[in-house]
Structure formats: C-alpha cells, structure tokens
T-cell receptor, first 112, second 113 residues
Framework: KAGVTQTPRYLIKTRGQQVTLSCSPISGHRSVSWYQQTPGQGLQFLFEYFSETQRNKGNFPGRFSGRQFSNSRSEMNVSTLELGDSALYLC???????????FGSGTRLTVV | GQQVMQIPQYQHVQEGEDFTTYCNSSTTLSNIQWYKQRPGGHPVFLIQLVKSGEVKKQKRLTFQFGEAKKNSSLHITATQTTDVGTYFCAGDLGETSGSRLTFGEGTQLTVNP
C-alpha cells in the first residue's frame, strides 16, 4: 500500500512569506502528526490531528498552524517565515495514534 | 517540560561489534518507541515498548524498557553495514489522548566494514 506522501519535497521561500505543506497519510490512518527536524534541535513535535481535530500541540509559536480534512489529509501552514524556520518538516500517520508512526519523506523548507 | 536524553551521540564500530544506545526520560512514560533514520532518509518505526521491564527482540536487535518506565535501551549484536543510521528513541507521556512523542537527540551509528 502507498506510504505517507508529502508535497512538495523542497521549497525555498523568502523571509516574511507564508508556506503551506501537504501530507496524505496511509489509507485508513486517522492520526496525523507533524514534526520539525533541524540539526540543532533534532525532532520536535508540532501537532497531532485525529478526525479533523487537533488533539495535541507542541511548543511552537502561533505562526505554525495546521488542519486535517475529512479524508485525513493534512496541511500545515507557517506564516511570516523566519530564517530559523528552515528545516525538514515531517508528517507521520498512525491508525489511531496509539502505536508507531509511519513517516513521510518530508518537505525540506529553506528560508532565505 | 519533558526531556528525553539519549547517549551516546555518536558511535563508531567495526563490523561485527556490538552496539548499544541508551535513552532516559525525566518523567515516567506511557510507552517508548524506537526509530531508525538512514542518512538522507526519514525515521522508520522499529518497535514500541509499553510494559515495565519489557524486553523485545527483532533478529539482532534487543529493546528493553526499564522497570520505572523512565529508561530504555537498544542493543544490536554483531553489527552490519546495513545498520548504519541514526537511532532515535521517542517517549510518550500518555497524559493526553492521542500521541505526543518527545524524541531523544539520537545516536548516529557508523559501521566500518
């Protein structure tokens, strides 16, 4: 079966712009989580969605937001981009969120 | 907030040697998960431990969850070049419904053939 699909794979944006990243989970998976990975901070939890509801949120500023649609697809948005937002953004899906996650290949965002 | 510490940060071994990475949480965990990330890749789920003192094996890999559910380890016997990558532990407090994983910093394993 198809894995977790993230688009786009790469993005270059300018400071102050906003960006939307997309994630299609494995078919049937209803829990979708987002993580930010950087060399300095490692893997940090952004948020988790289940049945279109945000169940958990990490310690990121309000510029980071997300949503989940009825088909479980998810998007995350970052507004007013800063240089420090440059990172690999990973989406991961799980059946209901009580077991291990399957990660997508990520979207590498570069802010210049 | 919750912290998950992982040591060592780097480990270089000769092929055939054993490897162990350790994970410690500042708080009691509901469960702990282990992931492997190959260079340039994304994390791949290896296993989840839930019970106090639990030990699970996957071929050459042995995973342990401490009695207090605050520490865990991953041991690889007789490493192979295919074991190269970064191994992450990820703990879940279980305080809320759903999942909120706190990842350790990872142990980067290199294997010399």
């Amino acid at each position: 079966k198809a894995g977790v699909t993230q688009t786009p794979r790469y993005l270059i944006k300018t400071r102050g712009q906003q960006v939307t990243l997309s994630c299609s989970p494995i078919s049937g998976h209803r829990s979708v989580s987002w993580y930010q990975q950087t060399p300095g901070q490692g893997l940090q939890f952004l948020f988790e969605y289940f049945s279109e509801t945000q169940r958990n949120k990490g310690n990121f500023p309000g510029r980071f937001s997300g949503r989940q649609f009825s088909n479980s697809r998810s998007e995350m948005n970052v507004s007013t981009l800063e240089l420090g937002d440059s990172a690999l953004y990973l989406c991961a899906s799980s059946l209901i969120g009580d077991y291990g996650y399957t990660f997508g290949s990520g979207t590498r965002l570069t802010v210049v | 907030g919750q912290q998950v510490m992982q040591i060592p940060q780097y480990q270089h071994v000769q092929e055939g040697e054993d490897f162990t990475t350790y994970c410690n949480s500042s708080t009691t965990l509901s469960n702990i998960q282990w992931y492997k990330q190959r260079p340039g890749g994304h994390p791949v789920f290896l296993i989840q431990l839930v019970k106090s003192g639990e030990v699970k094996k996957q071929k050459r890999l042995t995973f342990q969850f401490g009695e207090a559910k605050k520490n865990s380890s991953l041991h690889i016997t007789a490493t192979q070049t295919t074991d190269v990558g970064t191994y992450f532990c990820a703990g879940d407090l279980g305080e809320t419904s759903g999942s909120r994983l706190t990842f350790g910093e990872g142990t980067q394993l290199t294997v010399n053939p």
